[in-house]
Structures are given as structure tokens and as C-alpha cells.
């Protein structure tokens, strides 16, 4: 399974970097990078992703341009092959910022992007997850909302900095396990689960999305660098490694600053992430060690 999991992070690293090199956009980067993860059973996002407690799949998807300050984000879709696709089109080829449910999936026609029978996400593994967390909550009522193993991540996500000095990030995911009541997390919220800006740092984030909304966690880490003139591992440190841990909010953000340096940190017991630079030397993690500085 980590070999897996290896192997898809080092082609989807190995396909942002490609774009890079041959002179592609930040936002092409971060946007191709996750489809490679939306495609792949083993995330939750696009194929693969966590069964809602009615049993269907329902996606959220953020991106954003650094250069513009500029976003497009989707939830509650059910049929659009590319999440992230769509968010990208929200932010390219609309006036709006967020789009949801079936207006979402309408303008996704519109755009021409592909779609989908909901069942083409289902994977053996979640369809099983999902009857196990309801099977053991009925005599409970609303689990796996206040038991944590019963939180499962692996949102998808990716940061870039390209060589017209432009940052980009996006984030897609399947949301929370046996989420019910149309729930949202943080991907779709800018400043939440994603954020970019030219001036500081693009970020993207994972873990339970209820803090990262709650505490504007990816603007939040950016206003520091802004306004106190923080650098991005000590930002990052200060709200996911004090302010989170203090609540009780588990997770983690992927990012990279202006000036190429990058931060994984996390709070959780692992965050499957890698980095790739022009120096071409690409790297993966899963547990532990959360200090990367590279340029």
C-alpha cells in the first residue's frame, strides 16, 4: 500500500513539474497535479472518495491564482469526472466564486467538461467503510461526528510557484465520511482550505475542515506573513501546530512561499505529501518530520 501510495505521489509530482519546466502556469501545474490524485482510488477525491451517509459521493474542489488574487470553487457535486476542472472553470469563464450542486453541474455542461454516473467514484473499500460507520452508529446518533477514528482524510491538494514569479494552489475532496444535511467543509471556503497570493504563499490544506473553516486556517497563515512579517514555517507553525492543537483540530497544510521555500506541516500522525523543485530531486513522505525549508 505505501509503495502505492509512493508511486502516485511521484507522478503527480513528476506531472506539475513537467509543466514548470516546459514554461506551463502555475495554475496548469496545480491543476493537472490534482487530476492525478482525482483519478487514482487510493485519496479522498474523485475516484476513491468517502461515501456520504446516503451513500453517494458528493465532491468539493477549490483553486486559486496568486497573481489576482482571483478563485473558483464547487461543492456538492455528483457527476463531474474533474472537480478541480470545474473549480478552474468557475474561476476562469464565470463572474462567481463558488458554485454548488446541480447549478454547479449545469454550468459544467455548459463548459463542456465530462461527466459521470455518481457510481463511477465508488470503490469497493469506501462502499464497505461506509456501511461499517453506519452499522456502528445506530444506536448512536450522529457518530462519526464526535468520534475522530471515524474522521477519515486524504484530500488532495498541491502548491505551485512557477517561473513568472505566480503562485497557485487547489485542494479537491470527497469531504468527511458519512457526512449528511448537504455538509460542506473547508476545500470550497477561500482562506479555509485554500489560498493564494502572490505576495506571501499558496496554500492547501486537509483534515477535518470544521477548525480550518472556523480559524480561516490558509488566510490566516498568509496574514501573518503579510502583516507581521512571519516567514511561512513560522505562520504555519503558529496556527496549525498552536492554535489548532489548542482546539482539538486535527490536520495539516502543504505550501510554498514567493521566494520557493516550502512548509508540511501537520498535526496529525502522518500526511502523505512530496515536493519537487528545479533542482528536479523529487521527495515523498508519509509520518512524521514535519520541517521542509527547500528552495
Given amino acids: 500500500q505505501e509503495k ?25 501545474a496545480v491543476e493537472k497535479t490534482i487530476h492525478v490524485m482525482e483519478e487514482s482510488p487510493l485519496f479522498n477525491a474523485g475516484v476513491g472518495a468517502v461515501m456520504t451517509n446516503a451513500e453517494t459521493v458528493e465532491l468539493d474542489a477549490s483553486i486559486m491564482n496568486g497573481s489576482d488574487i482571483n478563485a473558483g470553487t464547487v461543492a456538492g457535486i455528483k457527476h463531474v469526472k474533474s472537480p478541480i476542472s470545474l473549480a ?23 463548459q463542456g467538461l465530462e461527466k459521470v454516473e455518481n457510481k463511477y467514484f465508488f470503490t469497493p473499500r469506501r462502499v ?67 489560498y493564494a497570493n502572490n505576495k506571501t504563499c499558496a496554500l492547501s490544506a486537509t483534515g477535518h475542515g470544521e477548525y480550518f473553516i472556523r480559524n480561516v486556517v490558509t488566510h490566516d497563515i498568509s496574514a501573518r506573513m503579510e502583516y507581521a512579517g512571519q516567514s511561512l514555517q513560522q505562520a504555519a507553525d503558529e496556527v496549525i501546530m498552536k492554535r489548532l492543537i ?3 483540530g486535527q490536520g495539516g497544510v502543504i505550501g510554498i512561499d514567493k521566494n520557493g521555500n516550502i512548509i ?26 514535519n520541517k521542509l525549508n527547500q528552495n
Avoid at 513537467?18 to 502556469?25: A, E, Q, S, Y
Avoid at 517561473?163 to 479537491?172: C, H, V
Fill in 128 to 194: 464497505n467503510e461506509i456501511r461499517e460507520i453506519k452499522a456502528k452508529e445506530r444506536n448512536k446518533f450522529d457518530l462519526s461526528f464526535t468520534e475522530r477514528d471515524d474522521l477519515k482524510f486524504g484530500t488532495v491538494g498541491c502548491a505551485a510557484l512557477d517561473k513568472y514569479g505566480n503562485l497557485a494552489a487547489g485542494t479537491s475532496t470527497g469531504g468527511m465520511a458519512n457526512k449528511r444535511w448537504g455538509r460542506v467543509g473547508d476545500v470550497p471556503i477561500i482562506g479555509a482550505g485554500t
Fill in 246 to 248: 489548542e482546539q482539538k
Fill in 88 to 110: 478552474r472553470a468557475v474561476l476562469e469563464n464565470s463572474k462567481h466564486v463558488m458554485m454548488i450542486g446541480e447549478g454547479a453541474e449545469k454550468f459544467a455542461e455548459e
Fill in 4 to 28: 502505492a501510495y509512493i508511486d502516485k505521489l511521484m507522478e503527480a509530482l513528476e506531472t506539475g513539474y513537467n509543466i514548470l519546466n516546459n514554461g506551463g502556469t502555475a495554475l496548469d
Fill in 264 to 289: 508540511m506541516t501537520f498535526n496529525s500522525e502522518g500526511m502523505f505529501r512530496g515536493y519537487i523543485t528545479d533542482k528536479k530531486e523529487p521527495t515523498v513522505a508519509m509520518y512524521s518530520e
